[in-house]
């Protein structure tokens, strides 16, 4: 043990600069609170490990690790400082998807001498610290063996040697004796141990996350609060090739599946669809159901006008963004047999049947500050192979606020225009939107010089100010949303088009008597909790032309306002409205279609129905 003493006290060191260099540089940032225990306990484990090995091979083992842990430390900190972001899944899969030549651009523009001066410092500071020591005491452990040679004893050679390392000592036998040896050894033990217990509970989380057989499942197990905390490189770098092992499982099922998607036939009935996917979006602040503020005033217009049909009882299958995604996008539905990645995903079958299919995202674009939510959600949204086949064409830009995507749309429709028309082959165009709507944090969805709501709007005293102010916040945001939505309608209003809106999933945002905004993800699901955060706006607007054209259809639509819908059968609406002929497509999940289950039990994250829940007196 004596002999590997420098590893335990180099790594830890290491392991306390790391911690420290990478906490964000805000009010509330604070360092993990079981720092010292549990990293105690790391590198006490790998510290007794070597010591139980032979010297050869422990000197080995150590000098492997130390490359491990010094390069993934210096990567992670370079990553923070450079990206703001720690290691994560999303840049792991960006290295794996870059080549020579961008790697290369990469360093030439990255690399500079002030990063030496950045917290990369303090870890290359480290390093060259124990390089210092090695050298050091390399030439103390040689001056001891030439005197051992000299004097041709043994013990000699061991006591000179200590000697040399604990300055000032007198001898090895009067420092550590096997008494001593013996105290020291169960004081650290006993360390240990108290460090174990301190932080046991991470170390439970940790072997649970890691022990998931799927994506999704990870995911969630990152919502509950007593989720594993990655506190150090290497476990941030050993989750983040899990995730991106779990992400390949799903999207080799996916690929493999690209050739089964078949279509008979497509009559085109709908040349234009649009559908618009929103974001954390209270059905219940929407003044188009009923909402006191005028929140979302030209969809009401619209409404009167007869050309937008709310759709009164939809719900979302999760309150998860990424959850929803994989549904809103594969033909599975709740219930079915299998996973969501068996089955084809609906632009795919678009795709196939002839339409020209766009997508347009502010939120699902790989960056490498990206959490694993959006990492979740949009791994197979951006395969290279799945998105070849799901799209024709792509933004590659996110925007600070959804007003951007009305700049993407007029780009990518301009460009395939001038470029001879590349949908010249297409009878039809599916465009899909995805927007970041009214995502945490409201106050920053929607530019300051379009607030409509103030604090003294509200007469709200069952709520604080801060909590009042929060809701203005979020009334703004849709407010907001309300006006992009609007300019994409007017941007097809002279097509024969049809626009359908569906957010992810609803938000909490202090309802009656309610002290809590966000998403409750690690709770029983309530009725509060369903219709607060389940309850989702849900409408169809129709063009004028397509009004003309299709009277019976519109008059479907309209009929089928009230029924009840949960958006993981919405791709079979889509086909209906497309006119796809496919053995894929299921009338009894369309609600469009008279053979439409509307009895179908809406379980709400694979646990709760939805229509049983009772209301609290």
């Not at 703001?84 to 290369?104: F, H, I, K, R």
């Not at 001056?143 to 043994?154: I, Q």
């Not at 909402?291 to 719900?315: F, H, M, N, W």
Request: glycine share 4%; with cysteine.
């Amino acid at each position: 043990m004596k002999r590997n003493i420098a590893f335990f006290v180099f790594m830890y060191a290491l392991g306390i600069v790391t911690a420290y260099a990478v906490l964000p540089e805000t009010r509330n940032a604070k360092i993990y609170e079981h720092l010292f225990t549990e990293l105690f306990v790391d590198v006490g484990i790998l510290f007794l490990f070597l010591s139980l090995l032979p010297r050869k091979i422990s000197l080995w083992v150590k000098r492997l690790f130390y490359v491990i842990a010094y390069a993934v430390a210096l990567i992670d900190v370079y990553c923070f400082v450079k990206f703001d972001s720690t290691l994560t899944p999303t840049m792991l899969l960006l290295v794996g998807e870059t080549n020579g030549q961008e790697a290369t651009e990469f360093l030439r523009s990255y690399l500079s001498a002030d990063i030496l001066f950045s917290k990369v410092g303090w870890v290359l500071l480290v390093l060259v610290a124990h390089g210092v020591w090695s050298v050091i005491s390399r030439k103390d452990f040689s001056r001891s063996v030439e005197c051992g040679v000299r004097s041709e004893n043994s013990t000699e050679i061991q006591e000179s040697y200590t000697k040399s390392l604990v300055p000032n000592s007198k001898s090895h036998s009067s420092l550590l004796t096997p008494h001593s040896s013996i105290i020291l050894l169960l004081f650290f033990l006993a360390i240990f141990l108290f460090s174990l217990i301190d932080c046991w509970q991470n170390k439970v989380a940790f072997h649970r996350l890691m022990t998931y057989e799927t994506i999704g499942d990870v995911e969630h197990e990152l919502t509950e609060k007593n989720r594993a905390v990655l506190y150090q490189p290497l476990y941030r770098l050993a989750f983040s090739i899990r995730a991106n092992q779990l992400t390949a499982k799903q999207v080799n099922r996916l690929i493999a599946g690209i050739d089964k998607v078949q279509v008979d036939s497509c009559t085109f009935t709908t040349p234009h669809i649009v559908l618009i996917i929103g974001e954390s979006y209270n059905r219940h602040h929407a003044q188009l159901y009923g909402y006191d503020k005028a929140t979302t005033p030209r969809q009401v217009a619209r409404s009167k006008r007869g050309e937008l049909v709310a759709y009164q009882d939809v719900v979302a299958p999760w309150n998860l963004t990424s959850f929803v995604f994989k549904l809103l996008f594969s033909l599975y539905t709740v219930g079915d047999q299998g996973e969501w990645c068996d089955y084809p995903l609906f632009p795919e079958v678009f795709r196939q049947a002839g339409y020209h299919v766009t997508f347009l995202t502010n939120q699902f674009l790989p960056q490498a500050k990206e959490a694993v939510y959006d990492f979740s959600g949009g791994f197979f949204l951006n395969n290279p192979t799945l998105s070849k086949a799901m799209f024709d064409t792509r933004n590659d830009k996110l925007w600070y606020y959804d007003e951007g995507m009305l700049k993407e749309w007029d780009d990518i429709r301009g460009r395939t225009k001038e470029e001879g028309g590349k949908m010249s082959s297409k009878q039809g165009e599916l465009t899909i939107v995805h927007l970041k709507g009214q995502h945490l944090d409201y106050r920053t969805r929607s530019p300051k010089d379009r607030w409509h709501f103030k604090r003294d709007d509200y007469d709200r005293p069952d709520l604080r100010s801060g909590e009042i102010q929060r809701v203005a916040y979020y009334d703004n945001a849709i407010l907001y949303n309300d006006s992009i939505v609007d300019q994409l309608i007017q941007r097809v209003e002279k097509e024969k088009a049809v626009v359908i809106y569906v957010p992810d999933h609803g938000e909490e945002c202090y309802g009656p008597g309610v002290h809590f905004c966000g998403r409750m993800h690690s709770t029983e699901i309530t009725y509060r909790l369903a219709h607060e955060e389940f309850d989702i706006p849900f409408w169809i607007w129709c063009s004028r032309s397509f009004r003309t054209d299709h009277p019976e259809l519109y008059e479907t639509i309209v009929k089928a306002k009230n029924r009840r819908y949960m958006t993981d059968a919405l791709p079979f609406l889509l086909m209906h409205l497309a006119g796809i002929s496919s053995k894929d497509y299921r009338p009894e999940l369309d609600i469009l279609s008279t053979e439409y289950r509307e009895q179908r039990p809406r379980i709400l994250k694979n646990t709760t129905d939805y229509d049983k829940l009772e209301k609290e007196k």
